[in-house]
């Protein structure tokens, strides 16, 4: 009974954590079977189109929806005046401010919804919404924050003219949004005082956009005589858009239907409420049908929800062994023309004060200021929690500055800072409390794997020798994310705390269903956290059905972005299964007629202590749970946890990047990538390796070719595939991974999820990479992204291209 | 965003003729492939509409033209022209400052410098064709504008009774003449020396 | 607009017949009139090729093509591409190897690799990836999208190849008993 080969064959049929489960929801998509928003088809549906402002800044002096109403085949045509006695052509943004649903009086970025048009179907709704008549009176227009705080800049927001605070406290300029500051402004600036050495380093983080490639949209579908509302919505945070859906048109939650179906990749974009729903959802309402509204790739590239945009400068204070003693960071961040950000309350810059990074740094001081400009809205964390893709750039790159100063290497003034493993639990000079980690042996293990000591000498080589034709370049990064949001005694939205949620029912034979507050968008959810409750229940995985983004059965969550879902949603779902455990042990103990405390939990079943043979399986107690429960137990054998974390997760890495760039084209070949992941315990190794090279892609195409241009009128300059850089299967290089693990104390399984941290340690690896090409020739920093062209550019200021 | 052009264009008739001729708003409209002038205002106002049409898409803008400026003295106009397409996608603005230059008794020159902005879908999709796009109207601008000149010069009867003589240009720009143009050109940038990169 | 025009055409082998203006585009009238749902819109300037379907015998974006000019022609897409209820060996290669997340590119992917493996039944690794180059995939940085089309060139070849997701199991089990 107990040998070695049942033991490996009941783990086997468990497929718990830590082993490469296939994924189960691979069969509907590789049949083209996935029911994604768009594949959505009720009767009666109806189309809607926004009607958008070509200009970045104006007045509207008249709109005429008369031709387009009468246009055969169109339903409604809905402006601000028609939403206006249903207060509804306003709505709150995430981040606390107000966002116009469509445009009162005025636009504010270059294709800010104007009208809504409604019609039988989505070619008679493009059809007349190029009907609809919009007089504009142009307004200057300002896309640059610093200019936008000038004092006679253009006022972009006329609703709060005189208004000095904002939600987030003094506003000093009617561009302004907020300042936020942490640390110690006065001890750091005397430790700067007194440095040693000091380094400076302005960069300017590009605004790029998620692109996740289904675009929004969601079919709203109001039932006048039931009075309830269903919308099948692309949200990444479903039960969130029901509490602002529900707060925006006072229908109660209890009749509001939030459904996330399958979601064709979200990266931050689809965290937002954006006017589009709330469009679909009125007219909804208005007409009494189902209404649908699907972006295109234009309107998703230029109106949900950038990206970055952040302007920074470090500094560092050191000594001359390049052990460092203060950072000073100032960032004036670009939210566009309404503060849309996807941030918890109380963060305006997010997490960004996770900038003091993996070293043990003891003094920093952080200042970050919102502005306003005519750009669209947004600010989401693309493919990172919020702000942390920023705050590691900026220490990453700030310690390459350093080094290249004081002619040490790179790895090793690392190492002389890195935060010891016995520091671990770390107090950060910014409030933080790192969880645990261990930098060092995961840069060695990293220097170790790519003959770092080789790569140093072939360098030397290329560099010594003039008519090299190409430049080399070697990229580290060391980085500590921060990840899960959050604890809910410093993180909600819109008041709400960031918990997650879990709800486990056993049914009487044996198998399972889980409902999460979560939602996947492509990370396997159904397949890894069947592996947790497996491990925790005993249940096999392949019994156990998961269940996501209908708030109509799912628990109340916050949904899934910023790696949250393992280190929050994951731990619900191991404390409801314990739940479950501790009374299918009650169960056990009864009918094996034993105490409870002589059982001991042995994969899928309960044994009794010291006694082979007797015991009773998961599936026999699931039955009992319905039949023969011990006197006084309620039947049934289920569990809710709703879970707050006590703290954020931290997991770290060690990024190489070799590259060469031909100094005659610009053009950059990433010649190897390594990433050393930590993401604490492992549940799918298989899931773990897709996600990071998914993230490393996402990097690499943010470091070397994203960004959302503007010209001077506002028009956005990267408004569909042509302008805006998604990499293929011919640029995109091979990725190598490794790992180490280093739980989280704080987690019931010690996991702290992983999805982000290839993006966010990946972007400052190449630039690391791109630098060190051209940093014997002086260079200490470029701005991204490292496109072919803006590389060369640098070849042509150094000379070095013919 | 913003397309500067400064271009002159030789007239075989002498600096009054094509004085004369620049100050009729609706022929020099008449001259602008595409351009139609719709209402008369008053003399400084005019609407108009102006349709470009590039394979199978036809963008139609619909906007006002305000004189700004004639000055009799230096034979120079100023016209400042704002519009937005018709189905509002677009909004496009221009400023041209058009002289005449005296040259020998039977010869002038036309100058003109304008500075177009465009806003929207055009800027969003258009954006690195601009330059040549404006080129290659200016180039059909300056033929159909010598030719009406001509014809003004040799009848003496006025620019009206000119007009009529001249054949109208097509009132929508001719697509087809106008891609060629515009792929010849790019071919030209592409290969010419000092074409960086 | 309102001008209508019947086309015929074969879709997965079975002639379909549909009333379309002559302005629509054929992803809308598969996945509008002919509830074909798998080819997906990413974007409009047929860059994404989450549309991509297979027509007379060559990859096709159908978002670049009017349903009008596809009169007569024989037009495959993700939904036909299994075989008598039996899934062909790239769905299997995809699931095995992890070629996919959210799926949303998925379709595009097996049908243009189904169209590779016509042409090239044993490419290299840089012929997969030129061919692959139309197909935007945001998700799995097209890695482990190659090692799934190299489990179907090999299993098509009729090499050995590891099966262990269970549905792949229960299909072959299926055939068994079938054969």
């Known amino acids: 009974m107990d040998t070695v080969a049942d033991q490996t064959e009941r783990l086997g049929k468990l497929e718990g954590m830590g082993c490469s489960r296939k994924r189960r929801e691979d069969p509907r998509f590789i049949q083209g079977k996935g029911n994604y928003v768009d594949d959505i088809k009720m009767p009666g549906m109806l189309f809607g189109v926004m009607v958008r402002s070509p200009y970045a800044h104006a007045r509207i002096k008249k709109i005429d929806t008369s031709k387009a109403k009468a246009h055969p085949g169109v339903y409604a045509v809905l402006t601000a005046e028609d939403l206006k006695p249903l207060k509804l052509h306003w709505m709150p943004t995430l981040a606390g401010d107000v966002q116009a649903v469509l445009a009162d009086e005025k636009v504010s970025f270059q294709n800010q919804e104007v009208a809504f048009v409604v019609a039988e179907d989505r070619y008679v709704a493009a059809d007349a919404a190029e009907l609809v008549e919009v007089e504009y009176e142009p307004l200057p227009v300002v896309i640059d924050p610093f200019k936008a705080l000038a004092p006679d800049a253009p006022v972009i927001r006329d609703d709060l003219q005189g208004k000095d605070t904002g939600s987030h406290g003094a506003r000093k300029h009617h561009n302004h949004i907020f300042n936020w500051e942490v640390g110690d402004r006065d001890k750091t600036e005397r430790v700067f005082a007194d440095a040693e050495v000091t380094v400076k380093q302005d960069m300017l983080y590009p605004r790029v956009h998620p692109c996740p490639l289904e675009t929004c949209g969601c079919v709203a579908s109001f039932d006048k005589i039931r009075g309830d509302l269903t919308v099948y919505i692309t949200s990444q945070a479903p039960h969130v858009v029901r509490t602002v859906v529900g707060l925006l048109s006072t229908i109660p939650e209890s009749k509001i239907r939030i459904i996330s179906p399958d979601i064709g990749g979200g990266f931050g974009n689809k965290v937002g409420v954006y006017p589009g729903y709330v469009a679909a959802i009125v007219a909804s309402i208005v007409l009494g049908r189902p209404v649908k509204w699907i972006e295109s790739r234009q309107e998703n590239l230029t109106t949900t929800a950038f990206a970055r945009d952040y302007h920074m400068t470090g500094e560092l204070a050191a000594d001359k062994d390049g052990r460092i003693k203060a950072l000073r960071v100032k960032v004036i961040a670009d939210h566009g023309a309404f503060d849309a950000c996807a941030d918890p309350t109380k963060y305006p810059a997010g997490l960004f004060h996770v900038c003091t990074g993996s070293y043990d740094i003891p003094n920093a001081f952080v200042s970050v200021d919102g502005v306003y400009t005519n750009k669209f809205p947004g600010g989401v964390a693309y493919r990172c929690s919020f702000r942390v893709t920023e705050a590691v750039y900026l220490v990453e790159r700030m310690i390459d500055t350093l080094a290249l100063k004081l002619g040490i290497d790179r790895a090793e003034i690392r190492k002389r800072n890195f935060i010891r493993k016995d520091q671990f639990p770390y107090a950060t000079p910014l409030g933080l409390e790192y969880d645990s980690g261990d930098y060092a042996p995961a840069l060695d293990k990293v220097l170790a794997a790519m003959d770092y000591q080789g790569l140093l000498a072939e360098q030397a080589k290329k560099r010594a020798d003039p008519d090299s034709p190409t430049l080399m370049g070697i990229g580290i990064c060391t980085f500590t994310e921060i990840v899960g949001a959050g604890p809910s005694k410093n993180c909600d939205i819109l008041g709400i705390g960031m918990f997650d949620s879990c709800e486990i029912r056993v049914h009487p034979d044996g198998s399972a269903i889980a409902r999460m507050g979560t939602i996947t968008q492509g990370q396997g959810h159904q397949t890894t956290y069947a592996q947790i409750i497996a491990t925790e229940t005993g249940i096999p995985a392949s019994m156990i059905h998961t269940e996501e983004g209908d708030t109509a059965t799912a628990p109340y969550g916050l949904g899934t972005y910023g790696s949250r879902s393992t280190p929050v949603a994951g731990a619900a779902v191991a404390n409801a299964s314990r739940k479950i455990r501790e009374k299918a042990r009650q169960i056990a103990a009864h009918l094996l007629e034993v105490a409870p405390d002589d059982l001991e939990f042995d994969l899928d079943q309960f044994r009794v202590k010291g006694v082979p043979g007797k015991a009773k399986s998961m599936k026999e107690i699931a039955w009992a749970a319905y039949n023969n429960v011990p006197p006084g137990m309620e039947h049934g054998l289920e569990a809710v946890d709703y879970y707050d974390p006590p703290n954020f997760t931290f997991p770290f890495g060690a990024y190489m990047c070799v590259l060469d760039i031909d100094r005659h084209t610009g053009e950059t070949q990433v010649r190897r990538f390594y990433a050393l992941d930590d993401c604490g315990t492992r549940i799918n190794p298989m899931i773990i390796e897709g996600q990071i090279h998914g993230g490393l892609t996402e990097g690499f195409a943010v470091a070397m070719g994203q960004q959302m241009p503007y010209d001077d009128e506002g028009n956005v300059m990267g408004s569909t595939l042509m302008d805006y850089f998604v990499p293929t299967s011919m640029e995109t290089p091979k990725w190598e991974t490794d790992f180490t693990v280093t739980p989280s104390p704080h987690h019931p399984i010690g996991a702290k999820g992983v999805a982000e941290s290839p993006h966010v340690g990946s972007i400052p690896c190449f630039t690391s990479a791109v630098v060190d090409a051209f940093s014997h020739l002086g260079v200490t920093h470029m701005n991204m992204p490292h496109s072919s062209y803006r590389v060369w550019q640098q070849c042509q200021a150094l000379g070095i291209a013919n | ?197 | 607009m309102s001008q209508t025009v019947k086309v015929t055409f074969k879709l997965n082998d079975r002639p379909v017949e549909v009333l379309v203006e002559p302005r629509e585009l054929l992803i809308h009238t598969l996945r509008e009139k002919l509830a074909h749902t798998g080819p997906h819109i990413g974007c409009e300037t047929s860059h994404c090729g989450a549309c991509t379907v297979d027509m007379n015998g060559a990859s096709l974006k159908s978002c670049t093509i009017l349903t009008v000019q596809c009169e007569g022609a024989d037009i495959l897409t993700i939904e036909g591409i299994a075989k008598n209820g039996e899934l062909h060996a790239l769905q299997e290669g995809f699931m095995q190897e992890h070629g996919l997340q959210c799926g949303f590119c998925t379709p595009g992917m097996i049908t243009r690799a189904y169209r590779l493996l016509q042409e090239i039944p044993d490419p290299t690794e840089e012929e997969i990836r030129y061919w692959m180059a139309g197909n935007l995939c945001r998700c799995t940085g097209y890695q482990n999208i190659v090692k799934s089309i190299q489990y179907a060139a090999r299993k098509l070849r009729g090499e050995p190849v590891e099966t262990s997701h269970p549905l792949m199991g229960e299909k072959a089990a299926q055939s068994e008993m079938a054969g």
């Open chain 2, 1 to 197: 965003m913003k397309v500067e052009l400064e271009k002159s264009h030789a007239l075989a008739v002498p600096a009054d003729i094509a004085w004369r001729v620049l100050q009729n708003i609706e022929s020099v409209a008449s001259c602008m492939p595409g351009a139609t002038i719709t209402e008369r205002v008053d003399d400084a106002n005019y609407k108009g509409t102006v349709t470009v049409r590039v394979g199978p898409a036809t963008v139609s803008f619909k906007g006002d033209i305000e004189v700004k400026d004639i000055d009799a003295n230096k034979r120079e106009l100023r016209l400042v022209g704002k519009g937005s397409d018709t189905s509002g996608q677009s909004g496009a603005s221009m400023d041209l400052l058009a002289w005449v230059q005296e040259g020998d008794a039977a010869h002038c020159q036309l100058v003109g410098r304008s500075e177009v902005t465009v806003t929207g879908k055009v800027a969003n999709f258009g954006g690195r064709m601009m330059g040549t796009v404006s080129d290659q109207i200016l180039k059909q601008f300056f033929d159909n504008f010598s030719a009406l000149v001509a014809a003004s010069a040799a009848q003496q009867g006025g620019v009206a009774a000119a007009e009529e003589t001249v054949v109208r240009p097509a009132h929508e720009l001719n697509a087809l003449s106008l891609f060629w143009a515009i792929v010849k050109d790019f071919f030209r940038k592409l290969f010419s020396p000092n074409k960086a990169g």
